[in-house]
């Protein structure tokens, strides 16, 4: 991870978001407040604008900038959760170029970011059901000698496994937590988003 494919990273999130901003909404209008391709975009939007002003001389300084911006733009939950797990993974990789292992730690002190600020456990219905699996696959495979790129593509594929997985919990944090049994049967629109944010990751180490 260097900080030119950092940098695509996000913005190949930005793009996945836009294109996905309706789907996004849709999830949350049926157990949230229809936000959530709304909050997205206009995160990932400003993210986009904040990072052409700049020359980050680290890796790390990219995520950085990427967390900060969506804590400040984004108003629901959505933005401290993700915005505080750029800004972990960023502190984590205060370099250049980073070892796939090394990004690997960042991802998971990402996750911890999130299940401290939101206290989520596995299974709650929220982003951290996508977010956990992804992790894990791509640390797996990089111990087995994958490649960044193989367990990029490992972690998106748990992720939107993790993701699908979420339509038969009940929710237990966040608004759709507020319905009960009623949030069963929909897919989490958090654990959706997250999904795109690591298949964004796997489509950028491709090429
Ligand atoms: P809001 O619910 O404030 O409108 P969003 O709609 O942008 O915010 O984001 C909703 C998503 O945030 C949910 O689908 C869920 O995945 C995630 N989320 C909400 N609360 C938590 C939490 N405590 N921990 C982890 N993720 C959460
Ligand atoms: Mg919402
Ligand atoms: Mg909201």
């Known amino acids: 991870m260097d900080i030119d494919l950092a940098r695509a990273w996000v913005k190949a999130i930005a793009v996945a978001v836009d294109q996905h901003k309706d789907h996004l909404t849709q999830l949350d209008s049926a157990i949230g407040d229809a936000d959530h391709g709304v909050n997205m975009h206009r995160g990932f939007s400003a993210v986009t604008t904040a990072l052409e002003g700049v020359e980050p001389d680290t890796v ?7 967390g900060t911006t969506l804590i400040s733009t984004i108003g629901g939950a959505s933005g401290p959760l993700y915005g505080g797990a750029f800004r972990a993974l960023g502190k984590a990789l205060d370099t250049p170029a980073a070892e796939p292992l090394a990004f690997a730690g960042a991802l998971a002190a990402g996750l911890e970011s999130i299940q401290k600020l939101g206290t989520a456990v596995p299974g709650d219905k929220t982003m951290i059901d996508a977010y956990a699996p992804a992790v894990a696959a791509f640390e797996e ?5 994958a490649g960044f790129a193989a367990a990029a593509a490992a972690a998106a594929d748990a992720a939107e496994e993790g993701m699908r997985a979420t339509t038969p919990l009940q929710a237990r944090k966040g608004r759709a937590s507020y319905l009960g049994a009623r949030s069963v049967g929909h897919q989490d629109p958090g654990a959706t988003s997250t999904a795109l ?5 796997a489509d950028t180490a491709a090429h």
């Not at 944010?197 to 990751?201: G, T």
């Open 60 to 66: 790390g300084a990219v995520f950085i900038k990427t």
């Open 141 to 145: 495979q990089i111990r087995q000698g």
């Open 197 to 201: 944010i690591f298949r964004a990751l």
